[in-house]
């Protein structure tokens, strides 16, 4: 089984609103993904965490904050979001924190800031 | 640091042709290259990768095939369907510590019935 999932599906959030992204795996990795993909664009990467310590930051803005409470399980919480920031956001995990492991990608949350 | 390139953007093809998608890296490091198929609404979803020591793999309709020395790699699909479509993305995983896949732009792919 390689599903990764993701909830909510779709998330339309005002600026002040504070809310948060789920993902989840069951494959035992132990390395998680959050990525961020607008239209006709390839994903972007925003935080990778391994062994549930972050270890990539792409120079995310803090009104973005992840947290990984366990191996299986990532959040993505929002705060004081822009519209710019609207887009797909993608959770992906693989075996180990490393580029050339394969990476399994969740449907996606498509976000709408307004 | 690493650069994929991918082309072309869009390719139309008619049901039953083939289909080639090509990319070129920079960094002669990389070992790993991924393709990912994302359809309308949904995740990117891995549908075949290759590893720098092999020249190629195929797996049913589709196949991978690198070239270390140019520094490119190709997606094959034969017979393609329209359930094909999609957009195609190659990456590219340097040997550095970023952890990081590296991907292409992305290729539009529409099979005409």
């Known amino acids: 089984d390689t599903e990764v999932t993701q909830t909510p599906k779709h998330l339309v959030m005002g600026m002040t609103n504070k809310k948060s992204l789920k993902c989840e795996q069951h494959?035992?990795?132990?390395?998680m993904y959050w990525y961020k993909q607008k239209a006709k664009k390839p994903p972007e990467l925003m935080f990778v965490?391994?062994?549930?310590?972050?270890?990539i930051n792409e120079s995310v803005p803090s009104r973005f904050s992840p947290e990984c409470p366990n191996s299986s399980l990532l959040n993505l919480h929002l705060h004081a979001l822009q519209p710019e920031d609207s887009a797909l956001y993608l959770c992906?995990?693989?075996?180990?924190?490393?580029?050339?492991?394969?990476?399994?990608f969740g449907p996606g949350t498509r976000l709408t800031v307004t | 640091g690493e650069n994929v390139e991918q082309h072309p953007s869009t390719l139309s093809v008619q049901e039953g042709d083939s289909a080639v998608i090509k990319c070129t890296y920079s960094d002669s490091a990389s070992n790993y290259f991924p393709w990912y198929k994302q359809e309308l609404g949904k995740g990117p979803q891995l549908i075949i990768d290759?590893?720098?020591?092999?020249g190629e793999k195929k797996d049913q309709r589709i196949a991978v095939t690198l070239n270390k020395t140019a520094k490119h790699f190709s997606l094959h699909i034969t017979e393609t369907q329209p359930e094909d479509s999609a957009v195609y993305f190659c990456?590219?995983?340097?040997?550095?510590?970023?952890?990081?896949?590296?991907f292409g732009s992305g290729t539009r792919l529409l099979v005409r019935p």
């Open positions: 990456a590219a995983s340097p040997m550095d510590s970023s952890y990081k896949l590296i």
């Open positions: 494959m035992g990795h132990r390395a």
């Open positions: 965490y391994s062994y549930e310590k972050l270890s």
């Open positions: 992906a995990s693989s075996q180990e924190g490393r580029g050339d492991y394969e990476q399994y």
């Open positions: 290759i590893r720098s020591n092999v």
